[in-house]
């Protein structure tokens, strides 16, 4: 009798702060291997995210002319708007019209305020980070992707944003799904190479 190899459908449902992880042989310019922090999900207005773990050549400053000087890596967050800046922040109430994704971590808000933020060197990579477009799915578009296993999803602290190296994010979160995707690790990124 023939085995069949089967993995489940990950039972973790999609959530503003949640994180979708890409399965490893997704071939995608944006999305292989990608970490995408979920900002926005509705069934009904769909699904915004931004990519973690792909760190661009370009810093902030390069990409935000006349900010004052800040010395922080700019990523890419998704193939939607890639010619404006986005960011993530723990600043909350601090930084005006904010969103709260999850406890402690927001979403955008008035960039003058951030620019004083980083005059005061209050801001810094550590409690800031800047994505050049965000990533985004149509209503159901998400749920159909993820019934196929494209994604899983990771309920994981904030802090996981703030510590962990771009590089090394993808398979730190797989880790987090548990025994059952193990072999994600072991796969390689072009499976012609193996």
Known sequence: MEKKFEIKVNAVKPASGR???????????FFGRAVVLLIEHSKEEGTVGVILNKPLDITFNQVVKNSPALNADMFLGGPVATDNVYFIHTFGAEIENSVEISKGLFWGGDIEQVNELINLKV?????????????????????????????????????????????AMWEAMVGKLGSNYDFWKKMPVDPGMN
């Open 123 to 167: 801001l810094n990579p550590t409690n800031i980070r800047f994505y050049m477009g965000y990533s985004g799915w149509e209503p159901t578009q998400l749920e159909s992707e993820l019934s196929l296993n494209s994604w899983a999803i990771v309920k994981a602290p904030t802090s996981e944003i703030w510590k962990l190296p771009a590089p």
């Open 19 to 29: 994180l979708l992880v890409s399965e490893p042989l997704l071939q995608d310019a």
